[in-house]
């Protein structure tokens, strides 16, 4: 049981940074992978990024390899992803997720979504 509060997102201009939180309560987070995914208009949902449950692996879509970064900090129960050298592209609404899953690109693998953050880059 895990539940997923996310925050940061904004309207930024090419080139802007923004980072992303996700908060999580539940007994079991520390158990659990962290992924990031995003959603444009008219898009299906599509992987970001992901973190194992223990922080020592991550997996990065090739869209973003180089510019964004996840982190997660289990003392505050809290994931973060960076985001850097934003583009029109990645306007999106962001969701934190949550698994127990192995393949961490998939969506299938999380058993917990957040509510998405709205992130608009603008040219």
């Known amino acids: 049981q895990v539940q997923l509060v996310e925050s940061g997102g904004g309207l930024v201009q090419a080139g802007d940074s923004l980072r992303l939180s996700c908060v999580a309560s539940g007994r079991t987070f520390d158990n659990y992978a962290m992924g990031w995914f995003r959603q444009a208009p008219g898009k299906d949902r599509e992987f970001v990024v992901a973190?194992?449950?223990?922080?020592?692996?991550?997996s990065y879509a090739d869209s973003v390899k180089g510019r964004f970064a996840i982190s997660r900090d289990n003392e505050k129960n809290t994931a973060y992803l960076q985001m850097n050298s934003l583009k029109p592209e990645d306007t999106a609404v962001y969701y934190c997720?949550?698994?127990?899953?192995?393949?961490?690109?998939?969506?299938?693998?999380?058993?917990?979504w957040g509510q998405g953050t709205q992130v608009t880059v603008s040219s």
């Open positions: 973190i194992a449950w223990n922080g020592r692996s991550t």
């Open positions: 997720a949550a698994g127990r899953g192995f393949n961490l690109r998939r969506s299938t693998e999380y058993d917990y």
